[in-house]
């Protein structure tokens, strides 16, 4: 049977894992590779290293650090970024990314989802959606009382209605979706569950739910009631809050397909 | 041992090779006759769409090769789907090793298309999965699959049974992508390096 799948995220910054981690068995818990091995190693299903670098040096780092851990690592990972254009997707599937994931340019270029998915292919394009709810207000009818897509970390309000944005970079060829709510990013209260089901229920491509993750129980839920095909955390990872073998064996007493590997 | 990966438009071959250097196995990326039919073993990986992959093949000419050949052969992924007769995806004929026609999952409420994840396989008839458990997890990604035929050697379960791995003669085949399946993955390609 299909499992859930278990991502933890890395962010990156010139090269190195920026968020504290906590990990005594690693040599040096700020190189991402080793990290990201170390993840694999305990039963991570996929991971996602995200480039928060802003400089063009740091960029030509990431795409380093990106074969490195190709190299070593011999799970799926997703990279993403301040990815733009054609190129930038190349370069960093030929450094040998297995797929790229791509948030305010696709907002800025739907048109960019189509045409990566042609020269790419669809199983290679993440579309990354970062959505905040907005409460109705009666001056700005138009956007208010629905989840509104966000840009640039979540800072940025755009126009967009989420499961509208979903199902036109679904049509567009976008492979996967990652959906960040940044109304529960960071509380570890949970992650968003009538958002992620909603959006999951309408998408004929899986969703991976990000935002809130503090208990192995947020996991179960965002996977049942949530409807989600992936969980990915980063915070409760690093700091070792939860054990990702730990995770997997509950969450298969709890009779979820898992994929456990130790 | 000579080791060649056949070149063609088949998206990001990249991991392919990586999974080679973690094996410590050196290869050629080439799509030159002469190199591929020297090569002791012979990978035919691919992820992208058929009808183009195929036309690509054919403007090589190594749709007349790659069937030509006589020591073994993997083909992963797309790589599989071409060896078989035909794909639904955009009506390809393709080049008919295999003689099984490939399908576009059923449509099922609730069942996503593209199969994209870890997924169990079984039903092991050959040798390739020598040390492998039953219903150990591989990575899939694929909206079209082989149906279960007499050259089905594992299976795997999504919405209906299909072909994981085929087998014939010279020639293998896995529906998955062995280069990102983990340990069990790259058991699969040592034992086909080992043949």
């Known amino acids: ?262 | 041992m000579k080791t060649v990966i056949i070149k063609y438009n088949a998206g990001n071959v990249q991991s392919v090779m990586y999974a080679l250097d973690r094996l410590g196995i050196s290869y050629l990326y080439t799509d030159e006759e002469e190199e591929i039919r020297s090569a002791d073993k012979v990978i035919f990986p691919g992820v992208g769409e058929a009808s183009t992959a195929m036309a690509y093949l054919k403007s090589k000419k190594l749709d007349q090769l790659i069937p030509s050949l006589t020591q073994p052969v993997l083909g992963t992924c797309v790589g599989m789907q071409l060896m078989c007769r035909y794909s639904e995806e955009n009506n390809t004929t393709c080049m008919g090793i295999f003689d099984v026609d490939v399908q576009r999952f059923p449509v099922e409420p609730g069942m996503k298309v593209p199969h994209m994840g870890w997924n169990n396989i079984f039903d092991f008839k050959d040798p390739i999965t020598a040390q492998i458990p039953t219903n150990a997890y591989v990575y899939f990604v694929h909206s079209y699959a082989a149906p279960v035929c007499a050259h089905t050697i594992a299976t795997c379960e999504y919405i209906q049974p299909f072909s994981a791995m085929l087998h014939k003669d010279n020639f293998y085949a896995a529906q998955f992508h062995c280069e990102i399946s983990g340990n069990i993955g790259e058991k699969i390609l040592q034992n086909f390096l080992n043949m």
Not at chain 1, 49 to 74: Q, S
Not at chain 1, 97 to 113: G, M, Q, Y
Not at chain 1, 118 to 143: H, K, M, N, W
Not at chain 1, 200 to 213: D, E, K, L
Request: proline share 3%; glycine share 10%.
């Open chain 1, 1 to 262: 049977m299909l499992t859930k799948r278990i991502i933890p995220c890395l962010d990156v910054k010139d090269g190195r894992t920026v968020k504290g981690v906590n990990f005594v068995n690693l040599r040096d818990a700020g190189d991402a590779v080793e990290l990201g091995a170390l993840y694999a190693e305990q039963g991570a299903d996929e991971l996602v290293f995200l480039d928060i670098t802003a400089t063009v040096e740091g960029r030509k780092t990431f795409a380093e650090l990106v074969k490195r851990v190709a190299h070593t690592i011999n799970i799926p990972f997703t990279v993403g970024g301040g990815i733009s254009s054609i190129a930038d997707v190349s370069t960093l599937l030929h450094a040998g990314a297995d797929k790229v994931s791509i948030n305010s340019s696709a907002v800025r270029t739907p048109e960019l989802i189509d045409q990566l998915a042609l020269e790419f292919g669809s199983q290679c394009i993440v579309v990354a959606i970062d959505t905040r709810f907005i409460p109705y207000i009666e001056d700005f009818p138009e956007a208010g009382g629905d989840h509104i897509v966000h840009t640039h970390g979540g800072r940025t309000p755009t126009e967009l209605r989420t499961l509208a944005w979903a199902k036109e970079v679904e049509n567009r060829g976008a492979g996967e979706l990652l959906l960040t709510s940044m109304d529960t990013d960071g509380t570890k209260n949970g992650f968003a569950l009538e958002l992620t089901a909603t959006v999951s229920g309408n998408a004929r491509i899986p969703v991976i739910a990000s935002g809130g993750a503090g208990t192995m129980q947020h996991f179960r839920d965002v996977f049942t009631t949530g409807k989600a095909d992936a969980g990915l955390a980063a915070s409760i990872f690093h700091f070792r809050e939860i054990d990702i073998p730990d995770l997997k064996s509950y969450l298969q007493r709890q009779g979820l397909p898992m994929r456990m590997t130790i």
